[in-house]
């Protein structure tokens, strides 16, 4: 069977994918930038914008994720972007809404503990861009060639922000992020070609549904 596990939190699991891997399974395996860049250590009381399934596990466990992604045994980051209103991030973590909206920060967080760890950009590039583009068949997506999607996030990679989350794009503004100072400006985004984003304004945000060819 062809395997692909998701949003791998806990490095419990690294050796049974190191094993099945090594017999030749069919197996890829992504993990989240929450786990990669936020800790258990530091959740506090009550703080369920933190909750996520799977949760957030200690420092410890985090490093061993660090890595498997550099030994190739993760292959890409996934922003499992999953967003809800205040309301329901209430303080009692067993029934708050679980999960994290990071898409707009996942880029940045997921570079500043990059760069800490001694990782390039190229390396951020493979795991958030070129192996998720191809363990999804968006042969369009993932590199800057000709003939693919003239995608961009033109990135300020030394420069610094503090999250604030009135300043995200998100609907719903709750994040685990806010207050945190990530390196990685994102000065303007283009889709196929076109400028969508400059200076932290949208100017014509148009979607559109990707299907991968059958
Ligand atoms: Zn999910």
Known sequence: ARVHVLHLSSSDALPLI???RAEGVRLTVETCPHYLTL???EV???????KCCPPIREAANQDLLWEALADG???????DHSPSTADLKTDDFATAWG???GLQLSLSAVWTEARKRGHGLEDVVRWMSTQTAALVGLGQKGAIEAGRDADFAVLAPDE????DPAGLQHRNRVTAYAGRTLYGVVKSTWLRGERIVADGEFTDPKGTLLSRPR
């Open 39 to 41: 800790t258990a250590e």
């Open 73 to 79: 045994t993760i292959d890409c980051v996934v922003t």
């Open 18 to 20: 190191r094993a099945a």
């Open 160 to 163: 610094t922000f503090t999250v």
């Open 99 to 101: 999960g994290i909206s």
């Open 44 to 50: 506090p009381d009550g703080a369920s914008e933190f």
